[in-house]
């Protein structure tokens, strides 16, 4: 098992080195930052003097080993737009977007699998053929599309939720939290159901698939030559087994939901990561972009670490596999 880990461990640095690599090369050919923050009036003197502030005219590799020192600092330079460190603009952005990220993943996982094994277990009713229709709206529907339709249908429409906005909050320490506030759950559930339901559905279907096939196997069937009772052989052993592909998914969609809210935080005016993004590439605010690239980075790896060690928890033949293997 130790030595699973220090693979996956000894991976992960190469991916972030790559990341990081590619986050300085913006630096290099998404434009000149002396244009960005000088006006366009500047004189050439005071351009060169800047440029040789910032470090512009070393070698390469000098300029890579000084932003790689500063990124493990958490030091990730001073946003060309704001004026501020930008390490403090994503820490005030950071927990809208973990909030939103989620309330979105708990939706997508509770109601997905729910969904999934409902249509697997009674996949001829009614009830069941109607998610599956919702599945489809779900995959098929841009998220942006499916974000402007609720936001006519519960805001302008009913009146019945906030259509921008993160509600009231409350600060603990650097954290600010909407839970605590009603105005802040109002303002949760809209862009929640938005960002979450293609990852619904997908999990939902995943199931479905999941459930029939294992269903079939011999060993469903000799269990209930055992005599078990119904309920023990659809969650106890069916359900069990389909949670490995379901883990994977779930993991992977949970570092995409926080990846690819920009859409979502856009429609919605949502306070976070992702509008700062957004901002940023209007602006070609630099410093944000690659940041922002290096925290997709890391968040991608770290939910990837974590499944890897949950497969080996909820499948023991993985265990025992990588136990082998050392």
Not at 92 to 97: G, I, K, L, N, S
Not at 225 to 231: F, K, M, Q, V
């Amino acid at each position: 098992m130790l030595a699973f880990l220090l693979n996956r461990l000894l991976q992960s640095v190469v991916v972030l080195f790559t990341v990081g690599l590619t986050a300085f090369s913006m630096f290099r050919f998404a434009g000149d930052p002396v244009n960005q923050i000088v006006g366009v009036d500047t004189p050439p003197a005071e351009r060169l003097e800047i440029r040789r502030a910032l470090g512009l005219d070393d070698p390469v590799a000098v300029q890579f080993a000084r932003y790689a020192g500063a990124v493990l600092r958490g030091d990730f330079g001073i946003s060309y737009q704001f004026r501020q460190p930008v390490s403090a603009l994503l820490a005030e952005r950071m927990p809208a977007t973990l909030e939103l990220a989620l309330c979105a993943t708990l939706f997508a996982l509770s109601m997905g699998i729910l969904m999934g094994v409902y249509c697997a277990l009674k996949r001829e009713t009614l009830l069941a053929k109607l998610f599956l229709a919702i599945s489809l709206v779900g995959v098929s529907l841009p998220t942006f599309l499916i974000g402007i339709l609720l936001i006519f249908l519960f805001s302008v429409t009913l009146g019945w939720l906030p259509s921008f906005g993160r509600g009231d909050t409350v600060r603990l320490g650097w954290w600010t939290t909407g839970f605590l506030t009603a105005s802040g759950w109002r303002a949760l559930i809209l862009p929640s159901v938005t960002l979450g339901l293609y990852q619904m559905t997908l999990i939902m279907r995943l199931v479905r698939a999941e459930m029939l096939e294992v269903l079939r196997t011999d060993y469903i069937r000799f269990a209930r030559a055992r005599g078990l009772t119904t309920r023990a052989i659809h969650f106890g052993h069916a359900l069990k087994n389909t949670l490995v592909p379901v883990i994977t998914i779930a993991g992977l969609q949970l570092g995409s939901v926080i990846a690819f809210s920009i859409i979502t935080e856009t429609v919605f005016q949502w306070p976070g990561m992702g509008l700062l993004f957004v901002q940023a590439v209007q602006n070609v605010d630099i410093p944000i972009m690659s940041a922002y690239l290096l925290l997709v980075a890391a968040i991608f790896v770290t939910i990837n670490l974590a499944v890897d060690v949950l497969y080996t928890i909820v499948d023991p033949r993985l265990r025992l596999s990588t136990g082998n293997a050392r």
